[in-house]
């Protein structure tokens, strides 16, 4: 079984291809893993793909097809997989499911996990993360002036880069502009599923449970 999951940043969907991984004892792929375990392999695809990691820069698609590729034939594989940010376009989704055809295999579900761009904004802007042991916390309204600190650790807590309210805008105007295209590719082909990303996470999840296909 091969799902994909679609959301914007602030949706849940790491969270949720997690608990779906575990639940369905699906092997969880996150591009980020799969880059950093190819790179650390020293593999020649991660090979290729370092500079431009280091560079901070999008792995080419081709590149990251082949990773893709053979980290689905690896054993531990198998069962199935959750693809969780990849594809991220229509190109790689084209790439993708041709990939899968040659090794006799297809995407099955593809979730999108909906949630309004203000709720998004909110989410994104009130993550905080602990500069010292890496906790993560989500303040929806931060006491002006005061310091937030780490309830593990005590540290002060710090805002990602990534997360302050304007670089968030920027990266959901990227992401719907790239990924708009993707979920009507999935839709004409019979298997995206629109999940209501504003329930709780245990709802979301039972939602996509219901949503699986007949096996
Ligand atoms: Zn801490």
Do not use: W
């Amino acid at each position: 079984m091969i799902i994909v999951m679609l959301g914007p940043p602030g949706a849940g969907k790491g969270t949720q291809a997690e608990l779906l991984a575990e639940r369905l004892n699906l092997m969880h792929l996150s591009t980020g893993d799969v880059l950093r375990e190819a790179v650390a392999q020293g593999t020649p695809l991660g090979r290729l793909a370092e500079p431009y990691m280091a560079r901070g820069e999008l792995v080419p698609d081709d590149v990251m097809i082949g990773l893709i590729k053979e980290r689905l034939g690896k054993p531990d594989a198998a069962r199935g997989v959750i693809l969780d940010g990849f594809p991220r376009t229509l190109p790689q989704a084209q790439a993708l499911n041709q990939a899968l055809a040659q090794i006799g295999q297809k995407v099955d579900r593809v979730f999108y996990l909906r949630v309004p761009v203000d709720e998004l904004l909110v989410r994104i802007s009130g993550r905080y993360t602990c500069p010292r042991c890496g906790a993560t916390y989500q303040r929806r309204q931060p006491r002006p002036g005061a310091e937030e600190r780490c309830d593990a650790c005590g540290a002060v807590l710090e805002q990602r880069p990534d997360d302050r309210i304007e670089v968030a805008r920027r990266r959901l105007d990227v992401y719907f502009e790239q990924t708009a295209p993707l979920i009507e590719f999935y839709r004409s082909q019979g298997i995206l599923v629109e999940i209501n990303g504003m329930q709780s996470i245990e709802d979301v999840l039972k939602d996509e449970l219901a949503a699986l296909p007949a096996r």
